[in-house]
């Protein structure tokens, strides 16, 4: 057995094979780490929650910066996505962890700016903010090469070796061309897992 590849049935823990992932997406574990390095930051409730944001949605850097915060239904547990790249904006659900996170960071807010993310000066976050951001808090949890639109990534490849379809993948990112969602499916091998030979 190659001592290169991992497992690719693990993929919510372990990597899929390191020479077709070329370091564009994390694998949960990795994901977590992040999570765990943003928790010591200088502030932890916004970069641990734009983080888990961004990977549980899939979100761009830029969708992320311009959610707001009535976009959040808290009485339903559920968010608008508004997409860009013209592609097709949803409703997500938001699990209970990431609401009571939401919360969290809104408690120590005492502001009335309609974005959910800012910054010290009381701005809307920007973009080359949560790029710098991103790549202070992966450099702590000791992880190389990664970037806003690694989450994304991330997203899309967990989807896919969760064993959801490829149309579920596509809405859920928004892809308005499949073309862009097939890569996902492509490299994680998780659909021919249940190729026998005789």
Not at 85 to 106: F, N, P
């Amino acid at each position: 057995m190659n001592p290169n590849r991992r497992n690719v049935k693990s993929f919510s823990e372990d990597a899929v094979d390191i020479k077709t992932r070329s370091k564009n997406y994390l694998t949960l574990k990795e994901v977590r780490l992040i999570l765990k390095a943003a928790k010591k930051t200088r502030y932890p409730d916004r970069n641990y929650l734009i983080i888990l944001m961004m990977f549980r949605h899939g979100l761009r850097v830029t969708e992320a910066t311009n959610l707001l915060i009535k976009e959040i239904n808290f009485d339903t547990s559920h968010i608008w996505i508004e997409r860009l790249k013209k592609g097709q904006s949803v409703t997500h659900r938001i699990d209970g962890d990431e609401l009571r996170a939401i919360r969290r960071y809104l408690r120590s807010r005492n502001d009335n700016l309609p974005w959910l993310f800012i910054n010290e000066r009381g701005n809307q976050l920007t973009r080359h903010a949560v790029y710098q951001m991103i790549k202070s808090v992966a450099k702590k949890a000791s992880i190389e090469n990664v970037h806003p639109h690694t989450l994304r990534h991330s997203c899309g490849f967990y989807l896919a070796n969760e064993g959801h379809g490829i149309r579920v993948i596509q809405d859920y990112l928004g892809h308005r061309d499949i073309k862009h969602t097939v890569i996902y499916t492509r490299i994680t091998g998780r659909q021919f897992e249940n190729i026998k030979w005789k």
